[in-house]
Nanobody, 125 residues
Framework: QVQLVESGGGLVQPRGSLRLSCASS????????IGWLCQAPVKEREGVLC????????YYADSVKGRFTISRDKAQTTVYMQMSSLNPEDPAVYYC??????????????????WGQGTQVTDPS
């Protein structure tokens, strides 16, 4: 199976920035749809974005458009989510997830096959 490990979470300030990483050692992710999802306390897990390198598709939730950006490393083993202009609604546990194929085929979070353990973005208040 694909092993995903998130990192980069931590304490943030209003309007601050973080870069989260989703790494798969030795496994290239260019042919996978990679999603970032968040789960806040007492909330259900929600999709933040999805990117398919091979298909050239990227989708952002309305709440993060213009603030969050996805990118990949040259080796295609790590996917990044750059988070900027963070607001009080953003602190949550963030997960990366993957499934072979195109984001256009991801209709629900249950369509993702592989999941990381999550990394927490924390409000200091």
């Amino acid at each position: 199976q694909v092993q995903l490990v998130e990192s980069g979470g931590g304490l943030v300030q209003p309007r601050g920035s973080l870069r989260l990483s989703c790494a798969s050692s030795g496994v290239t992710l260019d042919d996978y749809a990679i999603g970032w999802l968040c789960q806040a306390p007492v909330k259900e897990r929600e999709g933040v974005l999805c990117n398919s390198k091979s298909y050239g598709s990227t989708y952002y939730a309305d709440s993060v458009k213009g603030r969050f950006t996805i990118s990949r490393d040259k080796a295609q083993t790590t996917v990044y989510m750059q988070m900027s202009s963070l607001n009080p609604e953003d602190p949550a546990v963030y997960y990366c997830a993957a499934v072979w194929g195109n984001c256009d085929e991801v209709a629900d979070l249950t369509d993702y096959e592989y999941w990381g353990q999550g990394t927490q973005v924390t409000d200091p208040s």
